[in-house]
């Protein structure tokens, strides 16, 4: 798909459905994603298989995420409809050894740059729990805005949103990580 200053993305394979249920099923990083309820080895089947089926649909999906300096896989992240809606979601998760160095944001920025530049998305949203200051965080240095709290994957959470026009006035000040270097 794309690479950011430290990050690759690619497709997911059935292939990857080990690692995807190894990485979820650590308690803190699934905590936020559902928690064993949605991030159970018959789940993550469902879910890799819609992942799968969202590139042939749509053009794109939620990918593998790798560290460069590796290729390690170190979480997913990608753009995807929000079930029950018309709207395109970004996401995001991220293994524990990870956190705490803006991959998260870096992820977000360069799929939000990806949609809007590349997909010719009008609109993108993005939900967290309530609690999950850390991915609210996320959504603001992105430039995305809260909208209204919902419900989605069973949960009530917070959706934020941005549009192309809003993304692509932020993007020229934005100096974070994120800023997508080639296409592959």
Known sequence: MFKTERLEFRQFTPEDLPLLIEQRSDPEVNRYLGGTKL???DALARRLEFYIGCYEKYGFGTCAMLWKQTGEMIGS???QPLAETDEIEVGYSIIKNFWGRGIGTEAAY??????????????IVAVADE??????RVMEK???????????????????AITRGEFLAFRDS???????????
């Open 39 to 41: 991030q159970n080895p």
């Open 77 to 79: 992240a990608g753009i």
């Open 110 to 123: 360069g799929w939000l740059d990806f949609g809007f530049t590349d997909a010719g998305l009008d609109r």
């Open 131 to 136: 609690e999950n200051i850390a991915s609210r």
């Open 142 to 160: 992105c430039g995305m805005r809260f909208e209204r709290n919902a419900f989605h994957y069973e949960r009530q959470v917070v959706l934020y």
């Open 174 to 184: 934005y100096k974070g990580f994120g800023r997508r270097e080639s296409d592959f």
